[in-house]
């Protein structure tokens, strides 16, 4: 009885007036320091991890200040650093990423959440779950060997054939580019969307569609012209998500992308991202200013990746809840 | 409303409903699709010689990746056992011990983490493992990797903790549990099934990464001894072998592939049916 | 409980397998111009020396300099030499000189996709200046057809292909370039990574001969050997003499005779647009870059080791490859050269 006394003593609140050690041979609080110090240590990672970018790019930030982001020129020779080749390659493949899957994702989330049985419709994500799953380094090796010569043989011809005038379809095709990154991108991003919409579909409380239908419109009509843009939102913010993973992709990109530092307008001429420059040059930039250009680089990427991350967190809680608020 | 305008709309909604049902048949085959060409191409190169012998030198044909799948199983494992203890511990203070204030700063700093290119982190490993120890090193590789599973450990520890029942814990609590007694005795266990996926999952997700080894792990011709020489990996040599113009090569890219796609996917399989055994997935 | 334990240990049972071995591990990076014959010699050497294993990576001349000088492999590798900034730079962090040792003699090709054009295209040096320039922009130009008279050159547009890494095979095509052109001289200048006017970019050796297999209409430059290793065509050049040779053995070795004689004792030295009648003009020694000074022994002694094997014994090997012996002479002065290495 003495012992079950002790730990009833023991389970109480702790209290400020008990010193530090006697709090020390409490069981709990051992446990809650060492629980605190792994705590700890992901902000530490974090914060270290900002740290390092921003203090190994000061070289190319003193040089050439906020023109960085505008010159376009990449000298390793004359010791010229441009981002701007770097960070239009990253957003015209990550566009045509996005245009390529966001109707296929959109489509294919309407019909798990709308229109499959619900046995259906979780064997389906389930696949696209483990589509989610498949390493880059894959997707790079099928974009070298399918996607690549696709490009070169079916699509180029099919587009530049009837629109070569237009300045997006000019030019020579070598397979690789823009849109070969950009296609291989858009399959790797719809899963992202898929799974994302689906729920945000599902989340849609059962009134807003009952009522449409109750009105007269067709299945189609409640679900595209009431449900989705209820979960207008939360779509948005599955676009968002998909567009962060696209700007950080490194292997499949620089598979594919042609490693050209130019800005080109059309889609077919080869280009380079933010990932695939430091993938490629990272283990040889001799001299300092031309390795802290890159990190640089890799600093903005990770500034881009972080308010696209958190701009869609929130776009997809507010979603959620809005649709749990109007159940009531 | 006219009979011609309701067949027109109702043609519509059948229609694009269709299209719906196209766009995720075509999504869940690309899948197969994957699988399918790997199988393929790589199906017949995946033999005995793959799996034990070492690469030969360039230009010669035959060969193996045996360094590489060694290298892999090695920079995964420490990497666990580097990244998992963080999330584990660091997930059972937010849902037990912490206060709001440092939870938030906790979760944000993890989902900062999460969303960092992984070719970043690779020069964050690079930059503090590397360069001062002045070599390539399978820890420098499984620093790297052991970060990426940290945020997912984290936050699914937290999730599944806190998704305990009540009623278990105060239980425990009756009994004359001390806190710790009750985490380490009664909650863990309860929501181990789902800690254990997310670490897999978490696994499955690092396993493929090639950007954040490309200059941490380096590459290796031979075995690497220890943890502290340069190692040869799966996803590196994929890469490698699928950008040279050896043909060779080139098959023996496919075989890698086929044996990487079928670890992830087996470990996610693996991870998602016990999960659907025990408790459901809160989605992140 | 008892899992934890069970898992612990099977965990440190792996540590042990894995860590009992003790072989010499000795780390290089570098060029991928001379990784067919790195990769066969270290190859050999491992199977006469089981205790000596060397890890040749080949990521390009310019991480072949970069980590040398940063100290993460014991030795690099680079057919673009180090100019005297990147040598002071050496001393400067390491706190001892980086010296050069000629390991064999190579040649950068021309090399392209045409089809219907399965020979040898004569490409004078205003051809291939004016071809990366970005100004000959179509197969059939007066540029490339007045050489070929008789080939079937379609009008298509050339997909020119570079080294997307730092690259000691660019180092020597610029140079040579730079050489031969003024225009490319001023507008884009000799280095392992230039400002390419066009092009589609590689990486690696391998990278490039890989695109241009796979691209048609595409030229690029690349290694003798991975030219020969993928079966694809590779043509001609005009040399000083006026005379169009083609790389090979005789044609690298005519292009080193000079440059043997009057070989300087750091071992570097240029011969790009050689002098004499046979000599094919893009040829190139490409280096071992050994630091002076080891902390390490056995390190030491097993480079120089391999480095007495490679200019003995190794050289018998190189011809198979399509690399030039060295010449006699500059063997015999980096014998005493090895001797330099404390």
Redesign the interface.
């Known amino acids: 009885m003495a012992t079950t006394a002790t730990t009833l003593k023991n389970a109480g609140p702790a209290t400020g007036s008990r010193s530090f050690f006697a709090k020390l041979r409490d069981g709990d609080e051992i446990a809650r320091l060492v629980t605190l110090l792994f705590a700890t240590t992901v902000v530490l990672i974090t914060v270290g991890l900002v740290w390092e970018l921003w203090v190994n790019s000061v070289l190319p930030r003193q040089k050439f200040g906020l023109h960085f982001f505008v010159t376009s020129v990449w000298d390793p020779i004359m010791d010229q650093f441009g981002a701007l080749p770097f960070i239009y390659g990253t957003m015209v493949t990550s566009a045509v990423a996005l245009l390529i899957a966001v109707p296929f994702g959109i489509g294919a989330a309407i019909f798990l959440a709308e229109l499959a049985p619900p046995r259906v419709s979780d064997t389906l994500q389930f696949f696209i779950d483990l589509l989610a799953a498949v390493p880059s380094v894959i997707y790079g090796l099928l974009g070298v060997f399918i996607v690549v010569p696709l490009v070169r043989t079916l699509i180029y011809p099919a587009l530049n054939n009837p629109f070569g005038y237009l300045p997006i379809f000019k030019g020579p095709s070598y397979g690789v580019g823009f849109i070969t990154a950009g296609i291989v991108l858009a399959i790797m991003v719809i899963p992202y969307i898929i799974s994302v919409s689906r729920e945000v579909l599902l989340s849609v409380p059962r009134d807003q569609r009952e009522a449409a239908l109750a009105l007269g419109s067709t299945r189609w009509e409640s679900t595209w012209k009431v449900v989705v843009p209820f979960a207008k939102t939360g779509i948005m913010g599955s676009i968002f998500l998909a567009l962060a993973r696209a700007l950080g992709e490194t292997m499949a990109v620089t598979m594919v992308i042609g490693n050209t530092p130019k800005i080109a307008a059309s889609l077919f001429a080869p280009g380079y991202s933010i990932a695939a420059v430091i993938a490629n040059e990272f283990t040889e930039a001799t001299g300092d200013l031309y390795l802290q250009s890159l990190i640089a680089l890799g600093l903005v990427l990770f500034l881009l990746t972080f308010v696209l991350n958190g701009l869609a967190r929130i776009l997809i809680v507010i979603t959620t809840q809005k649709g749990s608020e109007v159940r009531g | 409303?006219s009979n011609g305008r309701l067949r027109w709309?109702?043609f519509?909604?059948?229609f694009?409903?269709a299209?719906?049902?196209?766009?995720?048949?075509?999504?869940?085959l690309?899948?197969f699709f994957?699988l399918g060409?790997?199988l393929f191409n790589g199906g017949t190169s995946i033999n005995w010689d793959f799996f034990t012998k070492l690469p030969?030198?360039?230009?010669e044909t035959g060969g193996g990746m045996a360094n590489a799948i060694?290298g892999s199983g090695?920079i995964l494992?420490l990497a666990s056992?580097m990244g998992v203890?963080?999330?584990f511990?660091?997930g059972?203070?937010?849902a037990?011990?912490?206060g709001k204030g440092?939870a938030s700063?906790?979760r944000y700093?993890?989902?900062?983490?999460?969303?960092?290119?992984?070719?970043?982190?690779?020069?964050?490993a690079?930059?503090?493992v590397?360069?001062p120890f002045?070599?390539?090193s399978a820890y420098a590789g499984s620093f790297a990797l052991g970060?990426m599973m940290?945020?997912i450990t984290?936050r699914s520890t937290e999730e599944f903790l806190k998704s305990v029942p009540r009623m278990l814990r105060e239980g425990a609590?009756a009994l004359?549990?001390?806190?710790?007694?009750t985490?380490a005795t009664v909650i863990v266990p309860a929501a181990y099934r789902g800690i254990m996926t997310a670490i897999l999952l978490a696994l499955?997700?690092v396993?493929?990464?090639?950007?954040p080894l490309?200059?941490t792990a380096?590459?290796?011709?031979?075995e690497?001894?220890?943890w502290s020489?340069?190692t040869a990996t799966l996803?590196v040599m994929?890469?490698?072998y699928?950008?040279?113009?050896?043909d060779d090569w080139?098959r023996q890219?496919?075989a890698a592939?086929l044996v990487?796609?079928g670890l992830?996917?087996i470990i996610?399989?693996l991870a998602?049916t016990i999960l659907s055994r025990g408790i459901a997935v809160p989605?992140s | 409980m008892k899992r934890f334990a069970g898992l612990a240990i099977g965990v440190l049972a792996l540590c042990a397998i894995v860590v009992a071995d003790n072989a010499l591990l000795i780390n290089g990076a570098g060029a991928t111009f001379p990784y067919p014959i790195y990769s066969k010699w270290f190859d050999v050497y491992h199977t006469k020396n089981p205790n000596i294993q060397f890890n040749y990576q080949s990521i390009g001349s310019g991480g072949g300099i970069k980590q040398i000088t940063e100290g993460t492999v014991d030795f690099g590798a680079s057919d673009g030499p180090m100019n005297d900034d990147q040598l002071k730079a050496f001393q400067d962090k390491r706190g001892t000189a980086i010296l050069h040792f000629p390991a064999v003699l190579g040649a950068d090709v021309p090399t392209y996709n045409l089809s219907g054009v399965n020979g040898a295209l004569n490409f004078t040096p205003d051809a291939l200046a004016g071809i990366f320039l970005g100004k000959v922009t179509k197969w059939n130009d007066p540029a490339i057809a007045s050489a070929n008279k008789g080939a079937n050159l379609p009008a298509t547009d050339i997909v020119v292909v570079h080294r997307s890494d730092g690259s000691g095979t660019t180092y020597i095509w610029t140079d040579y370039l730079s050489k031969i052109s003024d225009e490319w001289k001023t507008k884009v200048g000799k280095g392992t990574s230039v400002n390419w006017p066009v092009g589609l970019g590689g990486k690696g050796n391998e990278g490039v001969t890989g695109l241009i297999k796979q691209t048609p209409n595409s030229i690029g430059y690349v290694e003798l050997i991975y030219a020969v290793q993928n079966n694809i065509p590779y043509g001609t050049v005009k040399n000083s003499s006026g005379a169009f040779v083609k790389a090979d053995l005789v044609s690298v070795t005519a292009a080193a005779a000079g440059a043997a004689k009057s070989m300087p004792d750091d071992f570097r030295v240029s011969i790009t647009d050689a002098p004499g009648k046979t000599a094919y003009p893009i040829s190139s020694f490409t280096w071992l870059l050994i630091p002076q000074k080891f902390q390490d022994g056995a390190k030491r002694d097993a480079i120089k080791g391999f480095l007495k094997w490679m200019l003995n014994e190794g050289q018998d090997s190189v011809e198979a490859l399509s690399y030039a012996k060295l010449p006699k002479e500059v063997v015999e002065k980096e014998k005493k050269a090895i001797n330099n290495i404390q």
Request: net charge positive.
């Open positions: 409303m709309r109702k519509v909604s059948n694009m409903l299209m719906t049902g196209v766009c995720a048949f075509v999504s869940v690309v899948l994957i060409y790997l030969k030198p360039v230009g060694v090695k494992l056992l203890p963080i999330g511990l660091g059972i203070y937010l037990e011990f912490s440092m700063v906790v700093a993890a989902d900062l983490l999460n969303g960092v290119p992984s070719i970043v982190i690779g020069i964050f690079y930059s503090l590397v360069l002045k070599h390539f970060m940290i945020p984290l609590m004359g549990a001390s806190k710790w007694k985490i499955a997700r396993a493929g990464e090639t950007a490309l200059f380096f590459g290796n011709r031979f690497s001894h220890g020489q340069p996803p994929i890469y490698t699928a950008v040279s113009p050896y080139h890219a496919w592939g990487l796609l992830v996917l996610n399989i998602r989605r």
